[in-house]
């Protein structure tokens, strides 16, 4: 099993802040997803990033894949309040799909 | 409807007993998985099947038997309950993976296992 270190483990922040969490590993990964779980549900896929430095944008929120491919960051402009909850990495390894250890994100009205 | 339904969404019980949770998907995929969410968070997998043959089975005590009858339907069985199963138990699945290919994980809302 990859270890997949997530930081912070825990973030609380004001609502218009901006914040980054990362994902850092020791191994090359072809691909890695992040995704969102929300108190009470299953994580849901936000995105893959596939090339190494690829950045992709999704409203408000902005992944980058390093260049090496082991690691990865998402940054969050403006938080909102809607943006709380549990943001976990995974890379892809096949059907093999292990998961971060997790930033768990409280976003304060 | 529900992509991913598991059933029961509580279950409380007492060490020693017998239980199982169930899990179906409606989204055509080949692969279902079985994840083990601890009370910090940390999301571990605990078995994959791919069109009803066991593809991953990490190290989980035996007291855990998936089923898998048909590749809509995972089941999860768990014998001997002890405190320490106490948990969030989430099914998943997702497409076949196939070379380059990257796939997504579909996931149920969760069972919540308390042992006593």
């Known amino acids: 099993t990859q270890l997949l270190e997530q930081s912070p483990q825990f973030l609380s922040i004001q609502e218009g802040e901006n914040l980054t969490v990362y994902c850092n590993s020791s191994?090359?990964?072809?691909?890695l997803q992040w995704y969102r779980q929300e108190p009470g549900e299953g994580p849901v896929l936000l995105v893959t990033?596939?090339?190494?430095?690829e950045v992709k944008k999704l409203k408000r929120l902005t992944f980058q894949f390093g260049d090496a491919r082991k690691d990865s960051s998402l940054h969050i402009t403006a938080a909102q309040t809607g943006d709380t909850g549990l943001y976990l990495c995974a890379p892809n390894t096949g059907n093999q799909f292990y998961f971060g250890t997790g930033t768990s994100l409280t976003v304060i009205p | 409807d529900t992509a991913v339904s598991q059933t029961p969404k509580y279950l409380v019980t007492q060490m020693g007993n017998d239980k199982s949770i169930k899990c179906e998907q409606n989204l055509g995929h080949d692969t279902m998985y079985w994840y083990k969410q601890d009370s910090k968070k940390f999301l571990k997998i605990m078995f994959s099947?791919?069109?009803?043959?066991?593809?991953i089975n990490e190290t989980v005590p035996n007291r855990f038997s998936p089923k898998s009858p048909d590749k809509a339907h995972l089941n999860l069985h768990i014998n001997s309950l002890e405190l320490g199963d106490s948990a969030v138990y989430f099914c998943?699945?997702?497409?076949?993976?196939?070379?380059?290919?990257?796939?997504?994980?579909?996931f149920g809302e969760g069972s919540r296992l308390t042992v006593l």
């Open positions: 099947y791919n069109n009803k043959e066991l593809i």
């Open positions: 998943a699945s997702s497409p076949l993976w196939s070379g380059g290919r990257t796939g997504e994980l579909f």
């Open positions: 191994s090359v990964f072809s691909s």
């Open positions: 990033v596939v090339t190494g430095g």
